[in-house]
């Protein structure tokens, strides 16, 4: 497994434990939340949502030049998965001080070369 895909894989669960035991920060954007406003979406549905449609088989980025401002101990990770009749753009920061919860809205453009698949079971 490469090294990229097995972050990953921590990641996801990571996120799920965090959702678990309610420690993730939503910091959306203002894309997200126009979104979530023209769906009549509260955050913590678009969170539980979002944690329960990462699994395999869907897309994933490690951190990108446009994440250059990201302290070194933050990675950000970013998922373009079907959700609400979409291929959503979903976008956490993991950070020291915990998980952040920072983007959901349908993607702008289809998964290119810089996105991988997710490999392995959920």
Same mark, same amino acid.
């Given at each position: ?14 996120i799920r434990?965090?959702?678990l ?5 939503i910091?959306?954007? &203002?894309? !997200? %939340? /126009? ?6 979406? =509260? #955050? ?6 979002a ?8 897309y994933?980025r &490690?951190? !990108? %030049? /446009?994440h ?5 101990? =933050? #990675?950000?990770f970013?998922?373009i998965?079907?959700?609400y ?8 920061f993991?950070?020291?001080t915990g ?7 349908p ?16």
């Amino acid at each position: 497994m490469k090294s990229d895909d097995f972050q990953v894989e921590l990641a996801i669960l990571k996120i799920r434990q965090d959702f678990l035991e309610k420690q993730i920060m939503i910091l959306l954007n &203002r894309k !997200s %939340k /126009q979104f979530m406003l023209l769906h009549g979406l =509260s #955050s913590q549905k678009v969170l539980a949502d979002a944690v329960s449609t990462l699994v395999s088989g869907y897309y994933y980025r &490690r951190p !990108s %030049k /446009q994440h250059g401002h990201v302290d070194n101990d =933050s #990675s950000v990770f970013e998922f373009i998965m079907p959700l609400y009749q979409h291929q959503m753009y979903i976008k956490f920061f993991m950070t020291p001080t915990g998980t952040e919860f920072r983007s959901l809205h349908p993607a702008e453009r289809f998964p290119d070369f810089t996105f991988h698949q997710i490999k392995g079971g959920h």
